[in-house]
């Protein structure tokens, strides 16, 4: 083992910044951890010309990623340069070089996770990436190490902080999306292109990451069903309030009877469910397991050092791993085929809005069809529309089956009472079930 652990890192943006400025300035904690010192020798970045506001000499900047990927003195390639096939293509020649890698990419892991772990395992190398999920919270390592003895039975949290920001504000403030959204980006919690985080697929793909180290299975990007926020009415938090729920864009991922689920879509949490606290850009992802119960990990979901601190959680844990001769063993792989659960197997309760006619019999009508669903209701409203002769129902179901809810829903829209089914969404309780 060497005296000196040299670094690679490529890219250095916010995070690629947010690592240097760590291990410049918490190089005495390092040698007390480790026994000796950590070192960033080269950087791939794309101008070297940029004024940056960290300090590196400028022999240590590259645009070619050779000089990275191929010194022999680097033992540790850190990827936060983001984008897909460029990061995938120097993880792997990283992992053909012999070099650990840690990234915080959770698109490239989320669509290539399992090719890169078999080209680290093929090596002998370590791939880690605690930072792709929830910025600072140590929620896969909870999962890989803290958690490894349980059977988890499901995975549901807050994992995007933008479109956390924006559903608080609209709870809080009630403001309209669009005012929410562009409050967001003047904030910098929002991109100027919002669309991965307000349509969800930025959560859909932490959720294939959480989904893979939790049930130990391969789930893709194409298995989850993903919602977004866009189109979630004022007139919804309303009620919501009303029915003692706030509403979340959830990631929900389940293992029951040898199938999963796996989920992104926006919820109604009881307020007195712990995720209903969790607010503005943070993130939060609760846990249940079978032995354990239910655990809740808390943090903020981004920003340089948050991030930049789950990135040396796994820097240190490979440097420890070489000290220890055990790197690429650590790996185990997935053991339990990902069935996924038809919607005759995925429970749940949910909230729907409807408009009908304001007449003798339209409830009874709904009423009926319902019963002939075998679904019940748990609550129920009943509330005057501004629009002539009609009214808007609201309705919170027990327990059912996403088939016969979605059937429900088709019923209902062919029914002369019912002029529009206006809205619905999963409902999540008090998470003591």
């Known amino acids: 083992m060497k005296n000196n652990v040299s670094i690679g890192l490529l890219g250095l943006g916010v995070v690629g910044s947010g690592v240097v400025k760590l291990i410049e300035n918490r190089q005495e904690e390092l040698v007390n951890q480790l026994g000796f010192g950590v070192n960033v020798k080269r950087v791939l970045v794309r101008d070297l010309e940029k004024e940056r506001d960290v300090q590196l000499a400028q022999t240590a900047l590259t645009t070619d990623p050779n000089d990275v990927l191929h010194d022999p003195d680097i033992d540790v390639i850190v990827e936060v340069m983001g984008g897909i096939e460029e990061a995938r293509q120097h993880i792997l020649e990283a992992f053909a070089t012999k070099k650990h890698v840690v990234t915080a990419n959770k ?8 090719e890169l772990q078999d080209a680290a395992n093929r090596n002998q190398c370590d791939l880690f990436y605690e ?3 929830a910025g600072g919270t140590p929620i896969l390592r909870g999962l890989s190490d803290g958690l490894i003895s349980d059977r988890i039975q499901q995975v549901m949290g807050i994992v995007n902080g933008t479109t956390n920001y924006i559903l608080t504000k609209m709870d809080e403030d009630g403001v309209t999306y669009e005012s929410a959204l562009k409050d967001a980006q003047d904030l910098g919690f929002a991109e100027a292109d919002p669309t991965a985080d307000v349509e969800g697929l930025d959560a859909a793909r932490k959720m294939v990451i959480l989904a893979r180290l939790a049930f130990s299975t391969n789930i893709e990007l194409e298995d989850v069903e993903v919602t977004g926020i866009t189109n979630i009415a004022l007139n919804d938090f309303e009620y919501a309030k009303k029915l003692d729920y706030t509403m979340k864009l959830i990631g929900f991922a389940k293992y029951h009877d040898q199938h999963v689920e796996v989920s992104v879509q926006p919820t109604f949490i009881s307020v007195n469910h712990p995720l209903a606290a969790v607010k503005n850009e943070y993130n939060a992802v609760f846990v249940d397991g079978e032995a354990v119960g239910s655990t809740m990990f808390y943090g903020p979901g981004a920003g340089s050092m948050a991030t930049a601190t789950a990135v040396m959680s796994d820097v240190i844990a490979v440097i420890k791993n070489m000290q220890l001769g055990v790197n690429g063993k650590g790996f185990v792989k997935p053991c339990v085929d990902g069935k996924l659960a038809p919607p005759d197997q995925r429970f749940g309760q949910y909230y729907i809005r409807l408009n009908v006619k304001d007449e003798v019999g339209a409830f009874a009508t709904i009423s009926e069809l319902f019963n ?16 002539y002769e009609q009214a808007e ?10 088939k016969k809810f979605e059937e429900s829903k088709v019923k209902l829209e062919n029914l002369s009472v019912v002029e529009s089914v206006e809205s619905s969404y ?8």
């Open 393 to 402: 129902v609201i309705l919170v179901t027990h327990k059912t089956t996403l």
């Open 131 to 133: 930072a792709s999920v």
């Open 107 to 114: 698109d490239l892991i989320a669509l290539h996770g399992p």
């Open 372 to 387: 002939q669903m075998d679904i019940s209701f748990e609550r129920i409203l009943q509330i005057p529309s501004s629009k």
């Open 426 to 433: 999963r409902v999540e309780g008090d998470g003591n079930e």
